[in-house]
């Protein structure tokens, strides 16, 4: 969504915020092409762990909450899950959220710009839609 956008808006920046360098490593063949031509795309990429343990993807989600000012979730609403939990720790610290179905998410809502409302705290850059 984020590369989909920037080819729009050229001043959008994506920040991917990783488990572990090699996290994909296990990954099916065409998962990791993928992540590679993103990672190539990528302005920054941080890493919360040296390596995998039982808590680096929560240590990720609360790092992803701690430096957002805004949460923009594509999310199924299911109850249970890591996506779940991270918008219920963004709401306990009162950060705005706002869930995107991923079965609502169309080009044309990329295309017309209403599908995003994000201020970005660390490059002062606001991108304002129609909708939120």
Not at 72 to 79: F, H, K, L, M
Not at 101 to 130: E, F, H, W
Request: proline share 2%; glycine share 4%.
């Amino acid at each position: 969504i984020v590369l989909d956008l920037r080819a729009v808006y050229p001043k959008i920046k994506l920040h991917c915020i990783l488990l572990h360098k090699g996290q994909e490593k296990k990954w099916c063949l065409a998962s990791q092409k993928r992540y590679r031509a993103i990672m190539e795309e990528a302005d920054s990429m941080i890493y919360v762990s040296r390596i995998f343990h039982k808590d680096c993807m929560l240590e990720r989600n609360r790092f992803l909450v701690a430096h957002s000012d805004v949460l923009v979730a594509v999310y199924n609403g299911e109850y249970r899950g890591g996506t779940a939990a991270t918008i219920r720790y963004a709401q306990k610290l009162g950060r705005r959220v706002i869930v995107r179905d991923p079965n609502a998410i169309n080009q044309s809502d990329l295309n017309t710009g209403n599908y995003l409302n994000v201020v970005v705290k660390n490059d002062c850059m606001k991108y304002n839609t129609l909708t939120e």
